[in-house]
């Protein structure tokens, strides 16, 4: 798989940088598993999810929050869409699609209950632990979340301490796609506030990690103190337009 095709030379030697969000995209193909970053439509790469769109690329197994978030300027998020649309056929997140006013998000719903879209619901804090754990290296986790109900079904259980413990295995993706405010050349990440959300941990738990961002710097560019995900867990980086963050400067 590529990791490079399309990337800039900086002023001071190879980067990371892609000249445009398709460029950047290069290699994700039908039957990945892609994670996407954001929260309630903070810190979503939707020039990266409206890129894929129009790439067609199907049979995604899309990792995410859920396929609900409102887009940066209201309205839906390119995930709703994309989900919609039958790239996706499953969908593994904590809330896949609202239930309340749901004419918005029918069609997934319906995609959903016809069989032609797979839904895992898995909550926040295991997935959480889940990634960290495939971008750690290690083969899963032992939480002692869900013992006694159906995310103990068909798992391993050991008692640490007295506690029973469900085994939930890592999750490493072929791609994630998350947004972050500032990058430099080599792919170190500043987050803003809360845009933060589940972008750094899905960074660590991908073959290929994408960044999307307002603004690039050279080396040497961004304070260490405020790099929150270093560029060794980011591949490739493009700058967009997208208004996702006002306060991002």
Same mark, same amino acid.
């Not at 839904?119 to 926040?124: C, F």
């Given at each position: 798989?590529?990791?490079?095709?399309?990337?800039?030379?900086?002023?001071?030697?190879?980067?990371k940088v892609f000249p445009s969000p398709e460029a950047a995209l290069d290699g994700l193909a039908d039957g990945h598993v892609v994670l996407v970053g954001g929260f309630d439509g903070l810190g979503s790469?939707?020039? +990266?999810?409206?890129?894929?769109?129009?790439? #067609? %690329?199907?049979?995604?197994?899309?990792?995410c929050q859920g396929a609900w978030m409102p887009g940066p300027q209201g309205g839906n998020s390119g995930l709703v869409q994309l989900a919609a649309s039958g790239l996706i056929s499953k969908l593994m997140a904590p809330l896949p699609f609202q239930t309340v006013d749901s004419s918005e998000w029918a069609p997934i719903e319906e995609r959903w209950k016809s069989g032609l +879209?797979?839904?895992?619901?898995?909550?926040? #804090? %295991?997935?959480?632990e889940r990634l960290r754990a495939g971008g750690s290296g290690l083969g899963g986790v032992f939480l002692p979340t869900g013992v006694g109900g159906r995310f103990q079904?068909?798992?391993?259980?050991?008692?640490?301490?007295g506690q029973d413990h469900v085994f939930h295995p890592a999750i490493h993706?072929?791609?994630?796609?998350?947004?972050?405010?500032?990058?430099?050349?080599?792919?170190?990440?500043?987050?803003?506030g809360a845009h933060r959300n589940w972008n750094p941990v899905m960074a660590m738990a991908a073959t290929v990690t994408?960044?999307?961002?307002?603004?690039?710097?050279?080396?040497g560019g961004l304070d260490p103190e405020l790099v929150i995900s270093p560029g060794?867990?980011?591949?490739?980086?493009v700058q967009t337009l997208s208004p996702a963050c006002e306060s991002w400067k």
């Open positions: 798989m590529s990791q490079n095709t399309g990337a800039s030379q900086g002023s001071k030697g190879p980067t790469p939707e020039a +990266l999810i409206k890129a894929l769109s129009v790439r #067609g %690329i199907g049979n995604l197994t899309c990792i +879209l797979e839904i895992e619901t898995v909550p926040q #804090g %295991i997935l959480a079904d068909g798992r391993e259980v050991r008692q640490f301490d993706a072929d791609f994630a796609l998350i947004r972050a405010a500032v990058a430099d050349v080599v792919g170190n990440l500043v987050f803003d994408i960044a999307e961002v307002d603004e690039i710097r050279e080396l060794i867990f980011v591949n490739r980086v």
